[in-house]
């Protein structure tokens, strides 16, 4: 099955600590983003990539940090720094060159304490 | 940067009749403009979307209209059923140097009554 993965589902932290989330997809898409989404809000774009070893700041990028070291994973990185981390995490994917639809993740739901 | 308004934020309708979800769009280059559900817990899935050189796109129950020129674009779903019930949103997809980017609607939440 094709499709993108977030672990965990949630995820507990206490204030200060740095917290990893994972998103892997095997959809062989080029592009990948992360988005943050609070109670009853839209969602907001924290960083995005095109491609392997580059990635842009989104809206809302501060206290954050991703990396794109291989294609098909793009983990996001919730820093101290993040005043509000508390907060559901999506992460998706698509296709590149042409306006194509965002596949999502189920979502990682962090918890900071 | 693009700004997408998205109303109401909610909405309640009986089973069978149909609800209608309003967007609009504040950057003109923006030329794709896909609809998402959300259900608890979940993350969105895409159910119709409109390219900028269409004006109406239907798919069974669901129809999306687009005027570029007002530029706002609208979701309609027809005969509403219980299973119907979610959080909707819309989107704009913008081509730009930087890469491209969807930026989303604050979302609907749409009951469905029996």
């Known amino acids: 099955d094709g499709g993108i993965t977030q672990s965990p589902k949630y995820l507990f932290r206490k204030e200060g600590q740095n917290v990893t989330l994972s998103c892997e997809q095997n959809l062989n898409h080029d592009a990948m983003y992360w988005y943050r989404q609070d109670p009853g809000q839209g969602l907001r774009l924290i960083y995005y990539s095109q491609i392997v070893n580059d990635f842009q700041k989104g809206d809302i990028a501060e206290g954050y940090s991703v990396s794109r070291e291989k294609k098909e994973s793009f983990p996001l990185t919730v820093t101290s720094a993040q005043k509000n981390p508390t907060a559901f995490y999506l992460c998706a994917s698509t296709d590149i060159g042409v306006s194509s639809p965002l596949h999502f993740g189920n979502g990682t739901r962090l918890t900071v304490t | 940067g693009e700004n997408v308004e998205q109303h109401p934020s909610t909405l309640s309708v009986q089973e069978g009749d149909s609800a209608v979800i309003k967007c609009t769009y504040s950057?003109?280059?923006?030329?794709?403009f896909p609809w998402y559900k959300q259900e608890l817990g979940k993350g969105p899935q895409l159910i119709i979307d409109i390219r900028s050189n269409v004006g109406e796109k239907k798919d069974q129950r669901i129809a999306v209209t687009l005027n570029k020129t007002a530029k706002h674009f609208s979701l309609h779903i027809t005969e509403t059923q219980p299973e119907d019930s979610a959080v909707y949103f819309c989107a704009a997809w913008t081509s730009g140097a930087a890469g491209n980017k969807l930026t989303f609607g604050g979302g609907t939440r749409v009951l469905v009554k029996p």
């Open positions: 950057d003109s280059a923006s030329n794709y």
